[in-house]
């Protein structure tokens, strides 16, 4: 059995979401000293999500800008294992055809040891991006690590509200693809009972949390 994730919010979250701001402010209030402990401890169950990936696999990252669960230990284990990183990039094709902005995330190579060391400029929404002219569609990864401002007991997944996440992977997962895997990487207070789901949402297929590994 895999281990219940801590912190389980009450039944009330089925009737409506929890605000944003709960958790977003929860993560800010953490110390780096206890996000870099948190961080290790998530990725000691990194071991069990290697068990579904092929050798050389590609793996889909994120900055972790906003107070979230570390990523640098993602980066270490990719690189122990000779798993190849990338970042997403936002609107790297421009203005869609009803001249809204582009929301499919691509993906670009990491060639650097530290996130900290990665160039990178700041896309108008905050997040942090590095361009590269290489850049791979998600369909082409084996795994994307979703960020996540909230996740539910069975992989529905609450975001920042900017669909990038739900646009880039919902015509792979309405297919049936078999890849990439989602999987949610967040602190256990971020796991709620119950999240209200859309018609467009795209669940996770795997939650790695300090306290453990969850599959959906």
């Known amino acids: 059995m895999h281990p219940e994730p801590k912190n389980v919010a009450s039944k009330e979250s089925a009737v409506s979401n929890p605000p944003r701001r709960h958790f977003t402010r929860h993560r800010r209030q953490l110390t780096e000293s206890a996000r870099r402990n948190l961080g290790q401890a998530a990725s000691l169950h990194l071991p069990k999500l290697q068990q579904r990936l092929p050798t050389n696999a590609r793996i889909g990252l994120y900055y ?21 990183p990338y970042l997403p990039v936002v609107g790297s094709l421009g203005r869609a055809s009803n001249g809204s902005d582009d929301k499919h995330l691509r993906f670009v190579p990491v060639y650097h040891s530290k996130l900290l060391n990665i160039p990178t ?10 361009h590269h002219r290489r850049l791979l569609w998600a369909r082409e990864l084996d795994v994307i690590i979703c960020p996540l401002v909230a996740v539910d007991l069975h992989g529905n997944r609450m975001g920042m509200g900017g669909g990038f996440y739900d646009t880039t992977l919902g015509n792979s997962y309405r297919s049936g693809a078999k ?9 256990d207070f971020q796991v709620v009972e119950q999240l209200q789901r859309q018609p ?4 996770l297929d795997g939650l790695i949390t300090p306290s453990g590994i969850r599959w959906f």
């Open 64 to 84: 972790d800008g906003f107070g979230e669960l570390p990523t640098q230990p993602l980066l270490d284990w990719c690189q122990r294992l000779g798993y190849f």
């Open 121 to 130: 400029r700041i896309h108008r929404l905050g997040m942090k991006q590095n």
């Open 179 to 187: 890849k990439p895997l989602k999987i949610g990487w967040c602190y």
């Open 200 to 203: 467009w949402d795209v669940p």
